[in-house]
C-alpha cells in the first residue's frame, strides 16, 4: 500500500453508485466519439487532400461552367504536370431513388492519371476507356446498388434531364483516403455529344496535379491570371481548400454538432461532480481521522483528485471498449455502406479515442477540485464533528 | 474527582490557563474558561463531565487537534500554541496515537492496512512498515486478522485495530475519546484492559475521555469538568 494505491481504492467502495457512474460516463463517452468521428469522417476529404493537386472553377461559383478550351491552357501553364476535368451530373437510380451517390462526368484517360490513387483492374480500365458508355462504380457504391461488372444501368439525370444508359465497366477501390469510393464516374464525351449545341463544351471544373506540392499556391495564382483577362475568370485553389469549400456548405450540421459534443462533456461533468461530492461528503469524517493521524490537507486533496482521476480513466476505458464495437464496427459499417458519399470512412481517428480518454480523465479531476478544496479547508475538528 | 495527585516524572501535558471560545453567529460560547491542567509521564488519566462540559475540546487541545483561543499548551515538551498546522499534523503524527469511539477504520483496507496507515507518512520502506504493523497487531492480539476487512471484525476487535494503529508509530501519548461506548461489557473490559497493558508495559501515557465510571476506573486519575472548569 501506499499514498496513490490508498486514493485509488475508494473508486470500488460503492460498487453499485462506481457502475452506474461508469456506465453512465461511458454512455456519454460512446456519444461522444460517435459525434467526433461523424465530424472526422466528413472532414477525411480535407485532412486527406492530396498536396499536389489544385482545383480550378468559375470565379463565381462551383455550380457556373467553364469553357472546355480553358483546360488546354492549364496544362500549358509552367508548374503543371497533367490536368483533367469533370461535371456534377447529379444522377439518380430510378430503383434506388432514396440514395444519394456523387455522378461525375469526368474524361477518363487524364482523370486515372491526375487520380493515380484510383485503383482499378488493366482489364476494368481498358473496357472503360474503350466503350464510350461505360461507366466505373466506387466498391461501396457498388454494393449499395448490388452492381457487378457488366451490367447495364439506367441512371435519370436531374442537371441533364432524360434517362441515361450506362454499362458498369469496372469497379474501383481508392489507395488514399482522398478518393471517395462512392462515386459513379463516365465518360464526359458520352454527355457532351448528347448535349444541345448551346450547351456543349462546357465543363464543372479542372483539376490538376503539379509538379512541385510547394508550389501549388503560385501554379494557383499563375492559372487565375491566366484567364483574368478573359471573358470568364477562374478561381484555383489546393485540393483541400476546394474541399474545405464543399465542407463550408454543411458547416451549421458541423456546428450543430460540436455543439451537441459539448452538452456531452458537459454531462460527463455533472455525472463525475454528483458522485464525487456525495462521495466526499460522506467520507468527511474520514478525512478528519486521517487528517488526525498527522495527513496534511495536500494528501486529502490529493487523495480525493486521485481517486477522481482513477475514475475517469476507468470510464474514459469502458467507453472506448464500447465505442469500437458499436461505433466503429456496428454502425460504422452500416454508414459506410449506407451513406458512402458522405461518410466514406467511418472509422475512430486514433485523435478522437484520445481526446475521449483525455476528456474523461481530465473533467473527472476537474468535477473533484470544488470537493477537493473544501475537504482539505475542513479542519480536522469540523472533520471529525467534534466540537462539544 | 479533581486532579491533584503529584507526580515525581516531568509533565508530559502542561495546560496554562486555556482559554476556548467559539461563536455561533453572534453568540460567543465559551467551551473552556481558563482551564489549567498538568499529566505527568506515563499517567493514566480519564475526562469526565456531561455533554457540553469541554471534556473533548480539552482532549483535542491536548492532541493538537484545535487551538486554544487564550493560554498556554505544551505537550511532549512542544510548544503547541506557536505551531502552524503543518507543525501541528507532524506533532500529531509524531507524538499522539488516536482511539475514536467509533473505531474509524477505513473500510476499503484491511486490518493490517489500517495500521499501517500512519507509517505512509514516514521514510519507512514498504517491508519495514509491514512488519511493524504486524508488531503492532500481535500486541493486541489480532494477528491472524491482519487481512481482514474492517466488516469482517466484531466491534471489540475493530477497536483493538484501532488500538494497534494508535501504537504503530511508537506515539509519547495516547488520547482515546470515549474508547469503550460503542462497546459491550465484556469487550469493553478487554479495551481497558489493553489500554492499562499500554500505560503499564510500554509506558505510554493516556488520556481517555468517557462518560462510563467503569471505564474511569481504570485510570489512575480522573478529572471531572463542568461547563468548562474542573469540578
Known amino acids: 500500500m501506499n499514498l496513490a494505491s490508498l486514493a485509488t481504492r475508494n473508486v470500488g467502495r460503492n460498487r453499485f453508485r462506481t457502475a452506474l457512474t461508469l456506465l453512465g460516463v461511458a454512455v456519454a463517452v460512446v456519444a461522444f466519439v460517435m459525434?467526433?468521428?461523424?465530424?472526422?469522417?466528413?472532414?477525411?476529404a480535407v485532412t486527406h487532400a492530396a498536396h499536389d493537386r489544385i482545383g480550378i472553377r468559375h470565379k463565381v461559383s462551383f455550380v457556373m461552367q467553364l469553357p472546355r478550351r480553358y483546360i488546354d491552357t492549364v496544362r500549358q501553364t509552367p508548374g503543371v504536370h497533367s490536368a483533367t476535368w469533370a461535371n456534377w451530373f447529379g444522377g439518380k437510380d430510378p430503383r434506388n431513388p432514396r440514395e444519394f451517390f456523387p455522378t461525375l462526368a469526368v474524361d477518363p484517360a487524364s482523370f486515372l492519371e491526375v487520380y493515380d490513387e484510383v485503383a482499378v483492374s488493366p482489364a476494368d480500365r481498358e473496357r472503360w476507356l474503350a466503350d464510350r458508355q461505360g461507366a466505373i462504380v466506387g466498391d461501396q457504391l457498388a454494393r449499395l446498388l448490388r452492381l457487378r461488372v457488366g451490367d447495364t444501368i439506367t441512371l435519370s439525370g436531374t442537371i441533364y434531364p432524360g434517362n441515361w444508359v450506362f454499362h458498369v465497366s469496372g469497379i474501383y477501390t481508392a489507395t488514399r483516403r482522398s478518393m471517395d469510393r462512392s462515386e459513379f464516374l463516365?465518360?464526359?464525351?458520352?454527355?457532351?455529344?448528347?448535349?444541345?449545341?448551346?450547351?456543349?463544351?462546357?465543363?464543372?471544373?479542372?483539376?490538376?496535379?503539379?509538379?512541385?506540392?510547394?508550389?501549388?499556391?503560385g501554379v494557383s495564382a499563375a492559372i487565375d491570371r491566366t484567364f483574368d483577362v478573359q471573358d470568364i475568370q477562374t478561381l484555383s485553389m489546393s485540393e483541400r481548400s476546394m474541399n474545405l469549400s464543399f465542407m463550408g456548405m454543411m458547416s451549421g450540421l458541423l456546428a450543430a454538432i460540436n455543439a451537441i459534443s459539448g452538452i456531452i462533456l458537459l454531462i460527463l461533468l455533472m455525472l463525475f461532480g454528483n458522485t464525487m461530492s456525495m462521495g466526499v461528503r460522506e467520507r468527511t469524517q474520514e478525512y478528519g481521522v486521517l487528517r488526525a493521524l498527522g495527513f496534511l490537507p495536500k494528501?486529502?486533496?490529493?487523495?480525493?483528485?486521485?481517486?477522481?482521476?482513477?475514475?475517469?480513466?476507468?470510464?474514459?476505458v469502458l467507453g472506448l471498449a464500447l465505442s469500437y464495437p458499436l461505433v466503429q464496427y456496428g454502425l460504422g459499417r452500416w454508414l459506410e455502406e449506407n451513406m458512402?458519399?458522405?461518410?466514406?470512412?467511418?472509422?475512430?481517428?486514433?485523435?478522437?479515442?484520445?481526446?475521449?480518454?483525455?476528456f474523461s480523465l481530465l473533467l473527472g479531476v476537474a468535477s473533484a477540485l470544488i470537493p477537493a478544496v473544501r475537504a482539505s479547508r475542513l479542519t480536522v475538528t469540523d472533520a471529525l464533528r467534534r466540537i462539544d | 474527582m479533581s486532579s491533584t495527585e503529584e507526580s515525581a516524572a516531568a509533565p508530559m501535558v502542561e495546560l496554562t490557563h486555556v482559554t476556548k471560545t467559539f461563536h455561533r453567529g453572534a453568540e460567543t460560547l465559551t467551551v473552556l474558561d481558563g482551564l489549567s491542567l498538568?499529566?505527568?509521564?506515563?499517567?493514566?488519566?480519564?475526562?469526565?463531565?456531561?455533554?457540553?462540559?469541554?471534556?473533548?475540546?480539552?482532549?483535542n487541545l491536548v492532541a493538537g487537534l484545535d487551538r486554544a483561543t487564550s493560554g498556554k499548551v505544551r505537550v511532549?515538551?512542544?510548544?503547541l500554541t506557536a505551531m502552524t498546522d503543518g507543525d501541528l499534523a507532524a506533532f500529531r503524527a509524531r507524538y499522539i496515537g488516536f482511539i475514536f469511539q467509533s473505531y474509524n477504520l477505513m473500510p476499503v483496507l484491511t486490518a493490517l492496512e489500517n495500521v499501517e496507515l500512519p507509517l505512509l507518512l514516514t521514510k519507512l520502506p514498504s517491508a519495514d512498515r509491514k512488519r511493524r504493523a504486524a508488531t503492532a497487531l500481535r500486541v493486541v492480539g489480532l494477528e491472524d486478522r491482519a487481512d481482514h476487512y474492517p466488516r469482517q471484525l466484531s466491534g471489540g476487535q475493530e477497536q483493538r485495530v484501532a488500538i494497534a494503529r494508535a501504537l504503530v508509530n511508537d506515539p509519547k501519548i495516547i488520547v482515546a475519546d470515549e474508547p469503550t461506548g460503542d462497546l459491550d461489557r465484556k469487550s469493553a473490559d478487554q479495551i481497558l484492559a489493553l489500554l492499562?497493558?499500554?500505560?503499564?508495559?510500554?509506558?505510554?501515557?493516556?488520556?481517555?475521555?468517557?462518560?462510563?465510571?467503569?471505564?474511569?476506573?481504570?485510570?489512575?486519575?480522573?478529572?471531572?469538568?463542568?461547563?468548562?472548569?474542573?469540578?
Open chain 1, 299 to 316: 494528501h486529502i486533496a490529493g487523495f480525493i483528485l486521485g481517486e477522481a482521476a482513477a475514475l475517469g480513466l476507468a470510464a474514459g
Open chain 2, 38 to 59: 498538568s499529566i505527568a509521564e506515563g499517567s493514566f488519566e480519564a475526562l469526565m463531565g456531561p455533554s457540553g462540559s469541554g471534556k473533548s475540546t480539552l482532549l
Open chain 1, 35 to 44: 459525434l467526433r468521428t461523424v465530424i472526422s469522417s466528413m472532414e477525411v
Open chain 1, 186 to 217: 463516365f465518360h464526359w464525351d458520352y454527355l457532351n455529344n448528347a448535349l444541345p449545341e448551346r450547351r456543349r463544351d462546357q465543363i464543372g471544373w479542372i483539376i490538376a496535379r503539379v509538379d512541385d506540392p510547394s508550389r501549388a499556391s
Open chain 2, 196 to 231: 492499562e497493558k499500554l500505560n503499564k508495559d510500554f509506558k505510554k501515557t493516556v488520556v481517555m475521555v468517557t462518560h462510563d465510571p467503569e471505564a474511569a476506573s481504570h485510570a489512575r486519575v480522573t478529572h471531572h469538568l463542568n461547563k468548562g472548569a474542573f469540578q
Open chain 1, 340 to 358: 458512402g458519399s458522405m461518410v466514406p470512412y467511418f472509422r475512430i481517428e486514433t485523435s478522437t479515442a484520445a481526446q475521449a480518454l483525455g
Open chain 2, 76 to 79: 511532549a515538551g512542544q510548544d
